[in-house]
């Protein structure tokens, strides 16, 4: 692990009251539904069977959304990983409706929640994904598909517009989403873990899950120091664990992505409140976060291991496109992993055996797994088939090690392009 500045890996660990530990798996217990994994989309599932009344028992093989869930870039958006051009071309235009209103679903469910429980917890709103080249009609043309399509209300800011906000000659036209926002991830995902025990549910933190076995009709869940036997189980391991249920472990592959933190600065880089992206295949997100600091992420790499001097690294992205930063100290640096399936859809549905699996959010997993959550709630609890959805994204073998190796090479070959289209812009 990335050894911190503070005595915190993350700044949302430094800036959250995780309290102590709970206890893990020590005997035998008997629920309704086996939660296997606690980060976002496990914690949602959890609540949303609780709030139906379900016995709900979680395993957790760290702490709660110590992986992606709770060091993320804190973006809340509508859509997926995929771009809903491509999801359409798959399915047709009615069923990438229907999925692209689930996933706002997802969204409006994030909203809600911290609007209930704590509206500390949001840190913003809107988006702003910015070209790193001139604009040759795209924008505007998606802009206008997306509110025809799919109702969607986005904004298309000139290049004056744009640096109005973003002060930088690395920018031209930009994408204005007034309906996101971005949020601290892991104190949305431990009020959900508060809410989801409030509800009767049981989470054990430290606790890996070994294995899943069939037991007459139900199914038995172990782990070091106990086990549960439950009528489903629900796998929401991501990237993190590729052998508990191989049907959708075996589809996902793990993407790293780093992110930096600053020391309060005066500046005149950043002029919005809005969340930021910027549209190269492989580019940066940052945000204004509390006492002026910056964070900022990006270099995604399906290498997965940290990188020395990281907070150099992420201090460099940074000057390359704000030189008038100056050279601010970076306070926190880490690393995160993602799930990407193949198709860079979500992964959400039961397999021939029985199980339920929601995992490969790839990186959009702030409403997804929300969605996510729900999806499964209600088919477990309620007999809903609206999951099935999801079936023309199943999981399919993702190559392993080679597959990692062909991903990483398409994202050099993305790079590459994307030096391209900014060289010709000036």
């Not at 957790?60 to 990983?81: H, I, Q």
């Not at 023309?392 to 994202?411: C, D, E, H, K």
Request: hydrophobic fraction near 40%; charge should be positive.
């Amino acid at each position: 692990m990335i050894q911190p500045v503070n005595n915190f890996p993350t700044w949302y660990e430094a800036t959250t009251d995780r309290g102590g530990a709970r206890t893990s798996l020590r005997s035998t217990v008997k629920a309704d539904v086996c939660v296997i994994g606690g980060g976002l989309a496990g914690l949602t599932t959890a609540l949303e069977l609780s709030r139906r009344k379900k016995r709900v028992v979680l395993l957790e093989a760290k702490r709660l959304a110590w992986g992606a869930s709770g060091r993320n870039g804190g973006f809340v958006s509508n859509g997926f990983a995929e771009g809903i051009g491509n999801v359409q071309r798959r399915v047709g235009l009615e069923a990438a409706r229907a999925l692209y209103s689930l996933s706002r679903h997802g969204s409006e469910y994030v909203r809600r929640e911290i609007e209930a429980g704590d509206p500390t917890i949001k840190m913003g709103e809107a988006w702003i994904v910015a070209l790193r080249h001139r604009d040759n009609g795209d924008l505007k043309s998606y802009r206008d598909m997306m509110a025809r399509d799919y109702d969607e209300d986005l904004q298309f800011l000139a290049t004056e517009q744009t640096r109005e906000k973003l002060n930088s000659t690395r920018y031209f036209e930009s994408i204005y989403n007034p309906r996101a926002l971005h949020f601290h991830p892991l104190r949305y995902a431990l009020m959900l873990a508060r809410r989801a025990e409030a509800g009767g549910a049981t989470l054990h933190e430290n606790t890996l899950a070994l294995s899943v076995q069939r037991q007459g009709q139900d199914w038995r869940i172990c782990s070091a120091g106990g086990e549960v036997i439950a009528q489903h189980v629900v796998h929401c391991v991501s990237s993190l664990d590729h052998n508990i249920h191989k049907a959708s472990g075996r589809a996902v592959v793990p993407v790293a992505t780093y992110v930096a933190v600053t020391e309060p600065i005066n500046q005149d880089a950043v002029r919005t409140s809005a969340a930021v992206a910027d549209t190269r295949r492989a580019g940066n997100y940052y945000r204004l976060i509390d006492d002026g600091r910056l964070l900022w992420g990006g270099r995604i790499t399906t290498q997965v291991s940290e990188p020395s001097r990281l907070a150099e690294q992420m201090k460099g992205d940074m000057l390359a496109t704000y030189p008038q930063l100056g050279n601010p100290r970076i306070e926190y640096s880490w690393a995160g992993l993602m799930g990407y399936a193949l198709h860079k859809m979500p992964l959400i549905g039961r397999d021939g055996d029985g199980q339920w699996y929601a995992t490969a959010f790839g990186g959009h997993g702030m409403n997804t797994t929300a969605m996510a959550g729900q999806l499964l709630a209600r088919a477990i609890a309620d007999g809903d088939d609206e999951y099935r959805r999801f079936a023309a994204f199943a999981p399919q073998w993702a190559g392993g090690q080679l597959g990692r190796i062909g991903v990483q090479t398409s994202y050099w070959w993305m790079q590459l392009r994307d030096r391209i289209d900014e060289a010709r812009s000036g």
